[in-house]
């Protein structure tokens, strides 16, 4: 079982950065799956990035379009958290924010809410034109 705790959401203004960190449980985070989701009001659920185990201590990692070269997701095995850096925050990043695990996931599959065992419970970033 894993438990998730985000936190670092806030209110900020267009062009700010934000940095969300994820807190995890479990004895084998370092093999788990990390992503970040977000949801905005009337809004389906949609994927923001992911970081895979690839072997050989190396991660495989995934954004979405919308946030391609401006977010950054990390993660510290050690301290078994994983955070999202968010630099040239936009209105339309406005949402709440999910942390969500993985046991197992293919990579084709990281983009899938579907397929991830475990979430947190979510934390509000407000961005403000």
């Known amino acids: 079982q894993v438990q998730l705790v985000e936190s670092g959401g806030g209110l900020v203004r267009a062009g700010d950065s934000l940095r969300l960190s994820c807190a995890a449980s479990g004895r084998t985070f370092a093999k788990y799956a990390m992503g970040w989701f977000r949801q905005a009001p009337g809004k389906e659920r949609e994927f923001v990035a992911g970081?895979?185990?690839?072997?050989?201590?190396?991660?495989?990692?995934s954004y979405a379009d919308a946030v391609k070269g401006r977010f950054t997701i990390s993660r510290d095995n050690a301290k078994q958290t994983v955070n999202l850096l968010m630099n040239s925050l936009k209105p339309e990043d406005t949402a709440v924010y999910y942390c969500?695990?993985?046991?197992?996931?293919?990579?084709?599959?990281?983009?899938?809410?579907?397929?991830?065992?475990?979430w947190g419970q979510g934390t509000q970033v407000t961005v403000s034109s």
């Open positions: 970081m895979r185990w690839s072997g050989d201590n190396t991660y495989y990692a």
């Open positions: 969500a695990a993985a046991e197992a996931i293919s990579i084709a599959a990281m983009t899938s809410g579907a397929r991830y065992d475990y």
